[in-house]
């Protein structure tokens, strides 16, 4: 991993910008362009986001790789036994509790419209597709976001994760301890008007990446950060560097 102080602190200066913005363009510093991932078709990312919660995403890959292979196409998820889903899901956490929604949620999207089909989506507002999801057994605000945000979809909504969300109250964005929702509607508004959906993408890995290597739970490697000076928490959390 490349020197994250030296490569998060090139030349950054407040000046007028707004902090969400600062710390996009330090990000975007250290870890580059996030724009080349390849986005799955909302159905796709339905289920992928249902499953994915509370686990690595390697290991969600690859449960979500052998339902595709095992289900074809995705609408059998809706007519299958939950004990024939929880067979594909070996590597997620919780693989009862998700092989059940995904075979309810499914159904009821498939008797709804016909077949496995989320297109309708697209029509709605980002409120009301946030607000339809989530009434599916197993879609929270997260998954809701990344169904509208990562799929083909593209629409302009944030997806807050644990990581973002952690990193949203220790960089004084959000409020100790807001609930998911909150924490969506509130990273939403600090977003600058003029970013598009695929800007808010790249924000979320980025924020991600940063989470996952420096900005962790447990042990935050603080004074490696290049954003401490932005940081209203970091000085107040444990060294984590062992003595040399």
Same mark, same amino acid.
């Given at each position: 991993?490349?020197?994250?102080?030296?490569?998060?602190?090139?030349?950054?200066?407040?000046?007028?910008?707004?902090?969400?913005?600062?710390?996009?363009?330090?990000?975007?510093?250290?870890?580059?362009?996030?724009?080349?991932?390849?986005?799955?078709?909302?159905?796709?990312?339905?289920?992928?986001?249902?499953?994915?919660?509370?686990?690595?995403?390697?290991?969600?890959?690859?449960?979500?790789?052998?339902?595709?292979?095992?289900?074809?196409?995705?609408?059998?998820?809706?007519?299958?036994?939950?004990?024939?889903?929880?067979?594909?899901?070996?590597?997620?956490?919780?693989?009862?509790?998700?092989?059940?929604?995904?075979?309810?949620?499914?159904?009821?999207?498939? %008797?709804?419209?016909?077949?496995? &089909? =989320?297109?309708? !989506?697209?029509? +709605?507002?980002?409120?009301? $597709?946030? /607000?339809?999801?989530?009434?599916?057994?197993?879609?929270?605000?997260?998954?809701?976001?990344?169904?509208?945000?990562?799929?083909?979809?593209?629409?302009?909504?944030?997806?807050?994760?644990?990581?973002?969300?952690?990193?949203?109250?220790?960089?004084?964005?959000?409020?100790?301890?807001?609930?998911?929702?909150?924490?969506?509607?509130?990273?939403?508004?600090?977003?600058? %008007?003029?970013?598009?959906?695929? &800007? =808010?993408?790249? !924000?979320?890995? +980025?924020?991600?990446?940063? $989470?996952? /290597?420096?900005?962790?739970?447990?042990?935050?490697?603080?004074?490696?950060?290049?954003?401490?000076?932005?940081?209203?928490?970091?000085?107040?959390?444990?060294?984590?560097?062992?003595?040399?």
């Amino acid at each position: 991993m490349p020197a994250i102080r030296e490569q998060i602190q090139l030349g950054l200066d407040f000046g007028r910008e707004e902090p969400i913005a600062v710390l996009r363009q330090r990000l975007l510093a250290a870890y580059g362009r996030q724009r080349d991932f390849r986005r799955h078709n909302p159905p796709e990312q339905f289920v992928k986001a249902l499953i994915s919660s509370e686990t690595y995403d390697r290991d969600s890959e690859k449960d979500f790789q052998a339902l595709c292979e095992h289900f074809h196409p995705l609408d059998r998820l809706g007519q299958s036994d939950p004990r024939e889903v929880l067979q594909q899901l070996a590597n997620v956490t919780h693989p009862e509790k998700k092989a059940s929604q995904l075979v309810t949620s499914v159904g009821r999207i498939v %008797a709804q419209q016909g077949r496995f &089909d =989320l297109s309708h !989506l697209a029509a +709605l507002s980002v409120e009301a $597709g946030m /607000e339809l999801l989530q009434r599916y057994d197993g879609i929270g605000p997260k998954c809701a976001a990344a169904v509208l945000n990562f799929s083909t979809l593209r629409r302009r909504v944030f997806v807050v994760d644990r990581h973002i969300k952690r990193f949203g109250e220790r960089f004084g964005l959000l409020p100790q301890n807001a609930s998911f929702t909150k924490a969506h509607q509130i990273m939403l508004r600090l977003m600058p %008007a003029s970013w598009d959906a695929d &800007d =808010l993408y790249e !924000l979320h890995w +980025l924020i991600k990446r940063f $989470g996952q /290597e420096v900005c962790t739970s447990q042990r935050p490697l603080c004074q490696r950060c290049g954003m401490a000076d932005l940081c209203r928490h970091g000085s107040t959390l444990p060294s984590t560097i062992p003595k040399r």
